[in-house]
């Protein structure tokens, strides 16, 4: 009974560790764009090339537009100030292989860095 027990457990963390993947981006904003339809596309040190994180007018993935505006806001200021950014997403992957534009995945926060 207890090695079915160990076996459940040893099962459930392997399945719970995948589901629960993630990763993050510790990066520098080099550009944020605004566009006149309201989506936010931003350009980083982490990929590269430009990644989209909301839009201002509706949903994105998830993201609300007030969401949105307090993220732009950050990048704007963290751009200026020269402060590093973290970008966290779900899943599995890096940021030299982040999906660009539309197909970028939400993140699931942005914060930054002292």
């Avoid at 963390?13 to 944020?32: E, G, I, K, P, Y």
């Avoid at 596309?41 to 909301?54: E, S």
């Avoid at 950050?74 to 534009?101: D, H, M, R, W």
Wanted: some cysteine.
């Amino acid at each position: 009974m207890k090695s079915f027990y160990i076996l459940g457990l040893f099962i459930f963390s392997f399945f719970s560790t995948n589901v629960l993947a993630s990763f993050h981006c510790t990066v520098d904003v080099q550009r944020v764009l605004v566009y006149a339809a309201g989506e936010i596309n931003i350009l980083h040190t982490g990929r590269g090339d430009f990644t989209n994180i909301c839009n201002l007018n509706s949903d994105w993935k998830g993201i609300k537009p007030l969401t949105c505006a307090m993220w732009t806001s950050l990048l704007q200021n963290a751009q200026v100030n020269e402060q590093k950014v973290i970008f966290y997403y779900p899943g599995e992957g890096s940021c030299k292989e982040l999906a660009t534009y539309s197909s970028t995945p939400a993140p699931v926060y942005i914060g930054t860095i002292k």
